[in-house]
């Protein structure tokens, strides 16, 4: 996804998906998302103090109620 447009239809696509699942299971959630700019990702890697898997951007984050 290139642009921050399209990051946020993307994400906003996710969170509906994600909205119908738990609703489907009778699980009540709170998900929020955002687009992060590809620098600031960018930036935590190459500080070298996180690897890729350890960063929360590309993971949605669910709250239970």
């Known amino acids: 996804v290139s642009n921050r447009e ?3 239809s993307y994400i906003d696509a996710f969170i509906e998906l994600l ?3 738990f609703l489907e ?3 009540t959630v709170d998900i929020s998302g955002r687009p992060k700019h590809f620098y600031s990702i960018y930036k935590k890697l190459v500080q070298g ?3 890729f898997n350890e960063l929360y951007e ?3 984050h669910c709250k239970t109620n």
Do not use: A, G, L, T
């Open 6 to 8: 399209e990051r946020e």
């Open 19 to 21: 909205d119908q699942v």
């Open 25 to 27: 299971n009778k699980i």
């Open 49 to 51: 103090d996180r690897h």
């Open 58 to 60: 590309f993971w949605p």
